[in-house]
């Protein structure tokens, strides 16, 4: 049996949480308005299909911010703007949240989640359909400047809750891991956005800024990708995966690594052997993230970890598609529960992948389909990387025995 999908609206009137662009600080240092709870409204008898998807290529690259789309029927205008005649009006505006939920076995999920940016119209041969797009708070903390604003030292973690206290976003709908690396004061004298400064943050650390299906605004720190068990197996002798995607390319190889922060010495990391195999492939940090590095010790080590990471080309499973009602009883937990950073483990012995055996992978990306006209109904595609072999490293704050090498 599947889920039960349902699509809201927040269309309480006051619950916007406007970011003001162009003006600044609002009460005391905060920049927009604050979040409320407010009132959801069901969308349920009006929902005919969605999309939604989140995440990032790998973990060098940035996270993008995720999207939301939903079509609903609208013959009778309710979610017409102008419509004044309309039950919602004049609440149905750009910027409401809007959320997608799947209940299945008595639980509720969330699956997409996002801030209300387009209600474009197709007309039907009777009535009407809107598709609802949405993406999450990352595009609006891309779009509110936190010039003048002071930054004590402190660590990642510490400094991204207190850009999301500056932006008002609720506690409740956090969950940032506690970090090591402390990055320093600052004061930003030009223009910059909140999401930048996390991203930087997060290209230093080499931990994961994203927000989950349930709207929820999640650090992951660089830590779970080596001590984080894996959720599951999947493909031969596991669970039934609907496609696999193979991928052995030069994509990501890098073998002469560029760190340079602004008050200190370029760090570099190369590797000979990788260099005469494959050509010189250069990656560099960008100052922005460089400087959120401490020390040039710091810069250094950031710099040996990717090399460590990306000095070969790797054999991987770039993603894996699964439609749940192959084994519903256990698959439904797994795609409804997953999010961004979980590790899963892969086995298959499909042409062209027999030499890969077993692999474990992050989950870099999430995309979740329902178009009930369709077979199969709904799929649910996850974007992977390669993971790290748990154990393989010490991390330094971490207590482990009987491991051979230093992680950043």
Sequence with gaps: MPPVYSTEMNLSANMLGYFQVGVGKIGVDKIGGAYGVGQWTVLQTRMQSFTSERGRQDELSGVSAGALSVLVTDDDGA?????????????????RQVRVLATWAGQT????????DSLPVTLQTIGADVSLGAHDLFARMNRRNMKGQTFPQQ???ARINAILDLIQWPRQQRAIDATTLTVPG?????DTMALA??????RAEMGTFVVAGDGTVKYLARARRITGSSRGTFGTGGLPIRRIAPVYDDNGCYNDIHVKRSAGVEQIATNATSQQEYDVRSYSL???AADQLPTDTDANALANWVLGLRNEPIQRIASIEIDPEADPTNLWPQVLQAEVGDRITI????????????????????????????????????????????????IIGVSQIGIGKVAY
């Design 286 to 288: 960008s100052s922005s």
């Design 347 to 394: 086995t298959h012995d499909a042409p062209g992948t027999k030499g890969l055996v077993s692999q474990d992978a992050i989950i870099e990306s999430i995309r979740h389909e329902w178009h009930p006209l369709n077979n199969p109904e709904y799929v649910c595609t996850w974007g992977l990387s390669k993971a790290q072999p748990l154990g393989s490293y010490f």
């Design 79 to 95: 979610l017409d703007p102008d419509n004044t005649a309309g039950p919602y009006y004049p609440n149905v505006d750009i910027a």
């Design 186 to 190: 600052v004061t930003f004298a030009n």
């Design 155 to 157: 660590t990642v973690g």
């Design 109 to 116: 999920y969330g699956l997409g989640y996002g801030f209300v």
């Design 197 to 202: 400064h996390i991203a930087d943050l997060a």
